[in-house]
């Protein structure tokens, strides 16, 4: 594979046939529509013979998705996956567990049919939809709430077909740090004596004692121990409701691994990659509407559209563009296979067990054949 940056006055021919590559799979592998026109900025992945790396090495990989999934973006992205993480499983403050809205049924045979293990991801939310650290408090502190909850998740995993649980809590309140983390315990021993594997989503943290209410609940060196793997939910610096910025830039990834890797091993790390980008509305103001969620393809396609070239930050490794529509600027930071590119030399520079994706409701097919390319992905 060969990553190539659109030029001016390039097309899909004139850059497929510089590769020796056809113009369909390079319109294929890029998911660019007829009349395959191209921003310029762009970056393409062309299949060419030339190794982007010298030699491949293992990784797990896992994708979050809700039941809403389409079916066929699910089969197109289930052969890169080791685990699928099946979002989400609540519960109430008596411990019983609340299943997503929609059967999640097809989810897990569709997992089995490509063998990627299914995942039942566990959840504090409460009737808003949002994560209740009321609701975490209630259940890690009552013996009763905990051990229905307990014995609820085991039957869940065993009547369902799942593999294992991920326990992806935030905004844990400080006082509950540590029975948060006995909570963790004495749920990982359940699901460990069925013979069942359990992960942690971990807040982006750079210190052990970080303030604020999305870190100061995580005990990064308590919890690495306990769990078979963590992931790192690197993403979410550019945000719906703050000023456009990427989504995760690679310095400020780079410090989180660089605290995580000094409290866990790294191979129980999975680092977290965002498969979304966020387009403002300029000027940005504090506590107004927020920014509108996409699509790496569909960021592109924004780009194309409105005649705007995309431009590379070397600091944050990442993609964005400026364009202006029905009398209103807009600033767009999305992912591409460049900064994608980046995430991989991350893992395999500090020996990370693999990378899970939020989320892979999006088809991002030019992103699995770069991963392709760096990994053999690891049947778990």
Do not use: C
Request: charged share 20%; net charge negative.
């Amino acid at each position: 594979m060969t990553i190539y940056t659109v030029q001016p006055g390039d097309s899909i021919d004139s850059v497929s046939n510089a590769y020796g590559v056809t113009a369909d799979s390079t319109a294929y592998i890029n998911q660019i529509p007829y009349p395959y026109r191209l921003a310029v900025g762009q970056a393409l992945l062309l299949p060419t013979s030339e190794a982007i790396v010298p030699e491949k090495r293992s990784a797990y990989i896992g994708g979050y998705a809700y039941p809403f999934i389409s079916r066929y973006v699910l089969d197109e992205t289930l052969p890169y996956l080791s685990y699928l993480y099946v979002f989400s499983y609540g519960f109430t403050t008596e411990g019983e567990l609340v299943p997503p809205r929609l059967d999640d049924t097809f989810m897990i045979e569709a997992a089995a049919q490509f063998t990627a293990e299914p995942v039942l991801t566990l959840t504090p939310f409460g009737a808003d939809g949002k994560f209740n650290n009321n609701l975490i408090s209630s259940v890690v502190n009552d013996p009763a709430a905990r051990e229905r909850l307990k014995d609820n998740i085991v039957f869940t995993i065993q009547e369902k077909g799942f593999y294992g649980v991920d326990i992806d809590f935030e905004y844990i309140k400080a006082e509950d740090r540590d029975a948060f983390t006995d909570f963790v315990r004495y749920i990982t021993e359940a699901v460990h004596s069925s013979g069942y594997p359990v992960s942690v989503a971990l807040a982006p943290k750079t210190s052990a004692n970080q303030p604020g209410l999305l870190y100061e609940g995580k005990d990064y060196a308590a919890l690495g121990e306990i769990a078979d793997y963590v992931l790192l939910m690197t993403y979410e610096w550019g945000y719906k409701y703050g000023p456009p910025m990427a989504v995760a830039p690679i310095n400020k990834v780079r410090e989180v691994l660089d605290y995580a890797v000094s409290e866990i091993s790294p191979y129980k790390i999975h680092l977290g990659i965002p498969n979304y980008g966020y387009d403002w509305t300029l000027p940005f103001i504090k506590g107004g509407r927020g920014a509108v969620t996409l699509g790496s393809v569909e960021a592109v396609q924004l780009a194309v559209e409105n005649g705007a070239e995309i431009l590379y930050d070397g600091t944050a490794m990442a993609p964005y563009f400026f364009y202006s529509k029905d009398g209103e600027d807009h600033e767009v930071w999305f992912e591409d296979v460049r900064s994608m590119r980046a995430k991989f030399e991350l893992i395999r520079e500090y020996g990370l067990r693999g990378a899970g994706y939020w989320t892979i409701m999006n088809l991002f097919r030019a992103n699995w054949y770069l991963l392709s390319e760096y990994f053999e992905i690891t049947v778990a």
